[in-house]
């Protein structure tokens, strides 16, 4: 399974969106059905978020120099829209809210037209390596996760956030 697109070491703010690199959908992440495998619409939300953890100074030098980590405690995506084979797409990242020890953010993966094609939130764990427990942060991450919500609290909330999970009557 091919899942490498470039990891966005920057972000920009657009229309109250954090957003990250362009992405291009490939040939390998296509199935039968023409359009895009759900499985990649979990590889461009991942590969999406690169560049808010590493603005949060997450990454393999936190985890080399301190001992944690964080890891996915939660994750849901809403299929809004199809995507094909050479559809552009770019991925924002909002912190919606910061524990002691998790955070909650969600994603948008929006379509080079302006379109969104899905939404994601995402309960992200903060964890220490050695004991292989959920521990609370540093004081340096949870600053700057406490900064990182204060400016994205100031953007509405998109009126997905916390829906709950079921079927339509």
Same mark, same amino acid.
């Given at each position: ?7 966005? $070491?920057?972000? %920009? =703010?657009?229309?109250? &969106? ?12 296509? *199935?039968?059905? +023409? ?16 560049? +808010? ?7 393999? *030098? ?10 996915? !405690? ?6 809004? @829209? %199809? $995507? ?13 809210? =910061? +524990?002691? &020890? ?6 948008? $993966? ?9 939404? !994601? ?9 050695? #004991? &292989? &427990? ?5 004081? #340096? @991450? ?6 990182? !919500? #204060?400016?994205? #609290?100031?953007?509405?909330?998109? *009126?997905?956030?916390?829906?709950? $999970?079921? =079927?339509?009557?």
């Amino acid at each position: 399974m091919t899942h490498d697109p470039q990891p966005s $070491l920057t972000g %920009e =703010v657009i229309e109250n &969106r954090y957003l990250g690199v362009e992405m291009e959908i490939r040939p390998e992440w296509i *199935d039968f059905n +023409g359009h895009l495998n759900m499985a990649y619409y979990g590889v461009l939300f991942d590969t999406g978020s690169n560049h +808010g953890f590493r603005a949060l100074g997450f990454g393999a *030098d936190y985890r080399e120099s301190h001992g944690f980590t964080t890891m996915t !405690a939660d994750f849901r995506i809403r299929y809004l @829209r %199809e $995507l094909h084979l050479g559809d552009v797409v770019r991925c924002s990242f909002r912190v919606v809210k =910061v +524990g002691t &020890r998790a955070f909650h953010y969600c994603q948008e $993966l929006i379509h080079r037209d302006g379109w969104i094609s899905a939404t !994601a939130e995402t309960v992200n764990l903060h964890v220490d390596m050695k #004991a &292989r &427990r959920v521990a609370p942060y540093t004081e #340096a @991450r949870k600053l700057a996760l406490q900064a990182m !919500a #204060a400016e994205h #609290a100031k953007w509405p909330l998109p *009126d997905w956030v916390g829906l709950p $999970l079921g =079927v339509r009557s």
